[in-house]
């Protein structure tokens, strides 16, 4: 069983499947990092110097100035700023993840068009095998060619 297991984990696509995750977590990271530290400032800046990380609304009934107290004290809140930063993040990757798919897929050559498995009869126009010598529904003789 363990001698399966070691065949089945070193295959190529579980290799390559593994290496995908491990650069797509990075990655991940990236672009969290470029949504929160690089377009989401400017973008708050623009509305008014708001900070999307730290909207949130209070559940609890007490009043607290900033999420992080509020969350310190255990007070039930929804942190949308922080759900809004999340949606950004998931808009970005999957859209670098369509360019680098169609860029991919550019790349790729094309299959070879398939031999013609028929040819039209010169004399009725119907479809008949490539090899026929005689045209099953006029049952004219072809050429050999």
């Not at 509020?70 to 759900?83: L, T």
């Amino acid at each position: 069983m363990l001698k399966e297991f070691k065949e089945f984990a070193m295959r190529g696509n579980v290799m390559d499947m593994a290496i995908g995750i491990v650069i797509g977590v990075a990655f991940g990271r990236i672009v969290t990092s470029l949504v929160n530290d690089v377009l989401m400032p400017p973008i708050g800046l623009i509305l008014g110097k708001v900070d999307f990380s730290s909207l949130f609304i209070n559940l609890s009934g007490t009043s607290y100035p900033t999420l992080a107290e509020a969350k310190k004290a255990g007070a039930a809140v929804m942190a949308y700023g922080a759900f809004l930063n999340t949606i950004l993040d998931f808009v970005i990757v999957a859209f670098v993840i369509f360019l680098l798919i169609k860029q991919l897929n550019r790349l790729k050559k094309p299959a070879p068009a398939a031999p013609p498995a028929t040819k039209d009869c010169p004399f009725c126009l119907s479809a008949i095998p490539i090899k026929a010598t005689r045209c099953p529904h006029c049952t004219s003789q072809l050429s050999a060619s």
